[in-house]
């Protein structure tokens, strides 16, 4: 490592903030420069938080929800306005929305969509392939995921869709803070739109209509909350899902070997992705805060303190997995990656996640079996509590 990048990894270690452009070309040394010291830090950005970037220690604070709540907000920086629901409640409260929320996420539910969107998929390419040439992430990840969400999960007109992937694409993807605010703001109004809507048409059996009927602890599930939960399905799972699609298809356009394997063997599909998500996890971090003084990585933690869980840095753990930054597929201990994080709020969409992925990776392979990422091209990533490629340009035979 040379002299300056040591000098800039000290800078983004002291007082280390997801947020600092600056980490976008240094995420992984520094976070691995950070496991070297110690598993947990101390940063005064954002008025101070607790950094944790060992794998057990992240492990057993996403296990502890007693000792690190969720009720104070697990985001970082302020885009949102909205309490999102189940992710900023905890036990017992958490577990009856999960009670009603799981069913609709199975891996069998998650089956149940493939086929329409695989449809979708090849509409997406037919568009780009007689190109050679094309931006995945604009003309094929972005679109694919709202169109999941939008009119297959959450069943809305074209119109609606349309204006629920332009707030999405404002809140999630815009660069500038400002932008990403008003596009939330946006967001949520029309997520309100569309509740007070529904109450209005004959009921669809569709998610926003099952969730709405039902009910926690005995209660009807309130306006506000409904609006919380179709809010966390969007912003949880949208970008996470785009931001993955655009990892495996970096990784395949650049590793040719990796790339025909799967090509010639589909089953391998889960490994490819399994560790995809491990190596470049979309979800970076979430927050928790402390509710009992506590030591945690021979640090003392006191109540009310923040606390940054990096899901990124736990599964790059080198105690835990061999030569981290190296992509392997079919890692034997690849199960003990930490990307859904764990404990009582483990993601609910990771069923969903894998087929969205699954399905935009086997299309577009079964077209472009030979993609590649052209091996000049500069690849800039967003950096946030969520993290992945702006762009994936690709080149392939042209049909
Ligand atoms: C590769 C893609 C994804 C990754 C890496 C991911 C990661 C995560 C992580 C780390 C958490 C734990 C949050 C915490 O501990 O507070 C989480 C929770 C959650 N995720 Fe995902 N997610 C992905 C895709 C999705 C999708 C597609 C959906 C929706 C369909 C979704 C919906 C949620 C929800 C609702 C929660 C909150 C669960 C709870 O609080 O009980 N996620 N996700």
Redesign the pocket.
């Known amino acids: 490592m040379t002299a300056t990048v040591e000098f800039e990894l000290e800078g983004l270690i002291e007082n280390f903030d997801v947020h600092d452009e600056r980490l976008k070309d240094h995420f992984y040394e520094t976070l691995e420069a950070m496991r070297r010291r110690g598993p947990v830090h101390r940063s005064e950005a954002h008025g101070g938080y607790w950094v944790v970037v060992g794998h057990r220690e992240v492990t057993q604070v996403?296990r502890d929800w007693r000792h690190f709540s969720?009720a104070g907000g697990?985001v970082l920086a302020g885009t949102k306005p909205q309490k999102y629901v189940?992710?900023e409640y905890d036990p017992p409260q958490?577990q009856s929305?999960?009670r009603l929320?799981n069913p609709h996420?199975s891996k069998a539910a998650a089956a149940t969509f493939e086929p329409q969107l695989a449809v979708f998929a090849d509409k997406l390419i037919d568009a780009f392939i007689a190109n050679g040439s094309a931006d995945l992430t604009e003309a094929y990840a972005k679109p694919l995921a709202a169109h999941f969400f939008f009119d297959l999960?959450f069943g809305l007109s074209p119109d609606e869709a349309a204006q629920c992937e332009r707030a999405t694409n404002q809140a999630m993807f815009s660069s500038s803070v400002e932008d990403q605010i008003e596009g939330f703001s946006q967001l949520e109004r029309y997520v309100r739109y569309l509740v007070v809507r529904r109450r209005e048409l004959p009921s669809d059996g569709g998610f926003i209509d099952s969730v709405r009927t039902g009910e926690v602890d005995g209660r009807p599930v309130t306006e506000e909350e409904l609006i919380g939960i179709i809010q966390?399905?969007i912003v949880?799972?949208d970008d996470?899902?785009v931001h993955?699609i655009g990892n495996v298809l970096l990784e395949l356009g650049r590793h040719h070997d990796i790339r025909d394997r799967l090509a010639a063997d589909v089953s391998l599909m889960p490994s490819v992705l399994e560790e995809t998500?491990r190596h470049m996890?979309?979800?970076v971090s979430?927050m928790r805060t402390v509710t009992e003084d506590i030591e945690l990585g021979g640090q003392q933690l006191q109540v009310g303190d923040r606390v940054i869980?990096m899901?990124s840095s736990a599964n790059r753990d080198e105690t835990v997995f061999d030569d981290p930054a190296e992509f392997q597929v079919g890692r034997d201990n690849i199960r003990q990656h930490i990307?859904?994080?764990?404990?009582?709020?483990?993601?609910?969409?990771?069923w969903?996640?894998r087929m969205?992925?699954s399905v935009a990776v086997e299309r577009l392979l079964r077209r472009l079996p030979d993609l590649v990422v052209p091996p000049d091209a500069h690849i800039d990533y967003r950096m946030g509590q969520s993290r992945g490629p702006a762009t994936v340009p690709v080149t392939f035979t042209a049909s």
């Not at 859904?340 to 709020?345: D, L, N, R, S, T």
């Open positions: 996403a969720s697990v189940p992710v958490h929305f999960r929320l996420f999960f966390l399905m949880g799972g996470t899902a993955t998500i996890p979309p979800a979430i869980l899901w990307a859904f994080g764990g404990g009582v709020h483990k993601c609910i969409g990771e969903f996640a969205i992925v």
